[in-house]
């Protein structure tokens, strides 16, 4: 069984740049996370989708944050415009059951 | 707020002894978890451990939990150098998210 991918695994840009994040989770995981690790400080959640529907969003750090699961499957965060505290290492994870969530390798953002 | 605090922050320690991390966490949980993350890698899941339970072994790892003082500890025996990583408690409330705390690099030295 594949487990949960993201792309790209590093990305550089400039303040004021856009980027897309994306995230496949395990095949038939309803549930999908996205969370966040900044300046070596703790994971953080940002937001969990089942399906296609938002189910909480309330790690979302501002509107600057988007994200997104259409037709229930992947999902992309894009961040528009990156500011540099933004830099970090963004985690999805997905799961059958609530607790039991699996972690993909992480996409290093670095904004300059 | 923060969850979960893990201590020491940084531990070094020769193959073979063993390795304790310790957690703290604020408020009541439903599970708390153990994950590794090994360097540029993702999270691994280590081992899960219910609010009603005490122990729990897994191969040469062991987590305790005690909920009256709100803290775990992972004890991983006869450490190797494959150990190295960042060890991360993570604890669910009421909810399907999970909080993690800062997090322990283990350094094991061959």
């Known amino acids: 069984e594949a487990g949960v991918t993201q792309f790209p695994s590093h990305s550089v840009i400039e303040k004021g740049q856009t980027v897309t994040l994306r995230c496949d989770p395990i095949s038939g995981h309803d549930n999908l996370y996205w969370y966040r690790r900044v300046m070596g400080k703790e994971i953080k959640f940002l937001l969990h989708f089942v399906k296609e529907s938002k189910q909480d969003e309330s790690g979302m750090p501002n509107n600057r944050f988007l994200a997104e699961r259409t037709g229930g499957t992947y999902s992309t965060l894009k961040v528009q415009p990156a500011e540099l505290e933004d830099s970090g290492v963004y985690f999805c994870?997905?799961?059958?059951?609530?607790?039991?969530?699996?972690f993909g390798p992480g996409t290093r953002l670095t904004v300059t | 707020s923060q969850q979960g605090e893990e201590d020491p922050q940084a531990l070094s320690i020769q193959e073979g002894e063993n390795a304790t991390m310790n957690c703290s966490y604020k408020t009541s949980i439903n599970n708390l978890q153990w994950y590794r993350q090994n360097s540029g890698r993702g999270l691994v899941h280590l081992i899960l451990?219910?609010?009603?339970?005490r122990e729990k072994h897994s191969g040469r790892l062991r987590v305790t939990l005690d909920t009256s003082k709100k803290s775990s500890s992972l004890l991983i025996t006869a450490s190797r150098a494959a150990d190295t990583a960042s060890y991360f408690c993570a604890t669910d409330v009421r909810t399907d998210k999970l909080i993690f705390g800062t997090g322990t690099r283990l350094q094991v030295f061959p």
């Open positions: 994870a997905s799961s059958r059951l609530a607790y039991e969530q699996y």
């Open positions: 451990i219910r609010s009603n339970e």
